[in-house]
């Protein structure tokens, strides 16, 4: 049973939208400040926490090597899973659709080559800057609070990447905007992408020499959510049991099995030579709108909170 | 989809159209008799049937409640479709629908009661939304509900360094960045805005200025099928004395 | 038992040497604590608490609101069903509060209360068996400050149960220091709510977020922050 979720008083709503008209935020913050936002990854590879004030979220990423689907030989497959679970707040429940916009199209995988492990390789970051309208418009906030979306007349989600180019745009809600308010938010998300891109690249950078070694690219979801791949037999002749110079290790395999699985990661790509290099997922695939949720990452699937089975 | 060219030197699209050409739309207003308010209509091979239903039910104190069936004919794509609705692109759909029509109507007019707005794809052609918005529009204005505007919906996408407008499922399916708008044409007011794939930014204008216009035309064409259609009942029940 | 008194006790515990009372040679027992047969066994994890001459209890961190009668609350009105109101107070079911049960309310002259407001009001009934009931007015028929509240401004926010409490301590220096520099109004529930209404928006804010802040301080701490506080409105 879904819990009942704490109504919005009148008074909250009211005083909430009188402290934005006088520029002023509940936390403290100006319209256009972000909340406080930071990254911790897990000991695991691929594994990562965002905070962004007191929203939380985890991501986890994992790969395997398996066959392409008939009718796109050349494809790889991706699955995204947004989970939300109803311990983040009363109001999510299995089945409900929250605004989740989650971006991550045109991933790249490149086979596993001999000795040398390559990361996964992404064409470029997707960050999502969200901002919230107010009175039609009037008023604009960046990353708005749960209490703030609650007031708020409606939403607009833009995500893009530092080379300015536009991912994902979406306005949600009941309002009516104007072309120059879209334009004036595209504006502001660039300046924001900016900035996050940096602190997403400083942490990486720490992360990076935290674990004293040679990481390659990484991988988005939405602004909060940060996915690293690493391939199979990465460490290969690292020897067991240490990732990098402290971490400790998340491989329970002994050298042998190890070896095995890298054996026949080798054959399946010799045999599969012509998927190599390009297996390219794309994010547009038409008018597939079965209920199948296997490979397309179609933008409904990331809208989906439910488990893609 | 790589080897079709999408836009020609000479600026012509796969289909003949021009780059700022909308697809030909034909409508009828008032299709069924049982239905509150009914509309069709076809926008190129794209074929979408409204219907509307209010009853007066214990819901929002203060407002009515909208709320919206979008589904699609199992023989409306390429391939059969397994569910008509309820999966998840329907579902999507369904919610954006019901927000824009939650922002186009005069929605505190009637508390306590409920509009139903039934949307039917029979043949998807791409443009699903921007049919099946216009398709309720016309349905709501045949079933006399207040709006605040017609609501014209259009897409329109980017190729070789030109917007083009009111995209079909070739040019949808091919990888280029698709937007899609709802507008209040009168006002130019955005009701609904979503973008899919990879555009600069500061192409973003360029895009959203031709969708915006796509939506203008679409509204003279809905306006003159809504005046005929008046002017129709209007001649049946003799009004005109 | 005195040697219990202010030691943390946890669930299923047993306490024993009771202080009775005199004249009756009872022992009243408050939350946290149940009798089973002869033994008083602990039920919460907490503080356990006593008062003169006999009353006994458990002081627990607990986060979901309970309604107990005499407790005074806010609750936001949900709904108008008929001749009540269903209000949302926190607990595990919709309070109803009756629109007679405000001052000067007849059947012909109804109180001017509408879906979303705010009412500071005391439950009558509060039964795990029942429905709980609320009031806005005394024996008397008088409202004494219960009612509708937050039409004209200030903010109401939520805060942990333990903390309503604490603030409502007497000696709790909280609210006594932020009155001495600032004019604000306040009305605590004890399901955890606090509305707020100062001058303006940022003291609103600012208090707001001082009571917040205030959980897990000290009284000195909290006269350093006060301090820190006050100084950085005058410099708004």
Known sequence: MKMRETPLSNCERDFIRSAIADKKRLDGRQPYDYRKIKITFGVDRGSCQVEIGETRVLAQVSSEITTPKQTRPSDGMLFINVELSPMASPGFEVGRRPDVTVDGNEVKIHPVEEKDPLPLSVHHMPICVTFAFYEQGKYLLVDPTDKEEKVMDGKMVVGMNKHREICSLQVTGQMLLLKDQVLRCSNIAVVKVTEITELIHNALDNDRQARGWETGMQYFLVLSLLIRVSPVNEKKDKGVGSIGEGGPSAWEVDNEMEQEVADEIQTVNKSDRSAEGNSRLSGNHGDDSEEEATCTLSKDDLHNPTQLQ | ?241 | ?236
């Open chain 2, 1 to 241: 989809m790589a080897g079709l060219e999408l836009l020609s030197d000479q600026g012509f699209r796969i289909d003949g159209r021009r780059v700022h050409e909308l697809r030909k739309i034909q409508c009828r207003l008032g299709v069924f008799s049982q239905a509150d308010g009914s509309a069709y209509i076809e926008q190129g091979n794209t074929k979408v049937l409204a219907a509307i239903r209010g009853s007066k039910q214990k819901t929002l104190h203060d407002k009515v409640l909208v709320n919206c069936q979008y589904s699609m004919a199992t023989f409306s794509t390429g391939e059969r479709k397994r569910r008509p609705r309820g999966d998840r692109k329907s579902q999507e759909m369904t919610m954006h629908l019901r927000q824009t029509f939650d922002a186009a109507i005069l929605t505190n007019l009637y508390p306590r009661s409920q509009i139903d707005i039934f949307v039917e794809v029979l043949q998807s052609d791409g443009g699903n939304y921007c049919a099946s918005v216009n398709a309720a529009t016309l349905a709501l204005i045949d079933a006399g509900i207040p709006l605040k505007d017609y609501v014209c919906a259009c897409s329109a996408s980017f190729v070789n360094d030109s917007p083009i407008v009111d995209i079909n499922y070739l040019e949808e399916s091919s990888g280029k960045p698709e937007i899609i708008v709802a507008t209040l044409p009168k006002s130019e007011q955005i009701v609904f805005l979503e973008m899919n794939s990879r555009l600069h930014e500061d192409n973003l204008s360029k895009v959203v200025d031709t969708a915006v216009k796509g939506c203008k035309d679409v509204y003279q064409i809905l306006d003159t099928a809504v005046r005929d259609h008046v002017s129709q009942v209007a001649t049946v029940h003799g009004w005109e004395n």
């Open chain 3, 1 to 236: 038992m005195v040697d219990h008194v202010g030691k943390v006790v946890l669930p299923g515990e047993t306490l024993s040497d009771f202080k009775e009372s005199e004249k009756t040679y009872k022992v009243i027992l408050g939350p946290g604590l149940r009798q089973e047969s002869d033994d008083i066994i602990v039920s919460k994890p907490g503080i356990v608490r006593f008062k003169e001459p006999n009353v006994y209890w458990v002081d627990s961190n607990q986060k979901r609101y309970v309604p107990v009668k005499g407790d005074s609350v806010i609750g936001i009105v949900t709904n108008k069903a008929g001749d009540v109101f269903r209000v949302d107070v926190g607990g595990s079911e919709l309070a109803t509060l009756s629109y007679l049960a405000f001052e000067s309310a007849t059947k012909r002259n109804r109180p001017d209360v509408k879906v979303g407001d705010i009412v500071f009001c005391k439950f009558v009934v509060a039964n795990k068996d029942m429905e709980p009931e609320l009031v806005c007015i005394d024996s008397n028929g008088k409202s004494g400050g219960l009612g509708v509240i937050g039409r004209d401004g200030g903010y109401m926010f939520q805060t942990s149960l333990n903390l309503v409490q604490k603030i409502l301590n007497p000696d709790c220096v909280l609210l006594k220091l932020l009155g001495k520099r600032l004019s604000f109004e306040v009305a605590i529930g004890m399901n955890g709510r606090l509305w707020i209404k100062a001058r303006s928006v940022s003291e609103t804010i600012a208090i707001a977020n001082a009571i917040s802040a205030s959980e897990y301080m000290s009284n000195e701490q909290i006269k350093e922050m006060c301090k820190r506080l006050l100084d950085a409105l005058a410099g708004f």
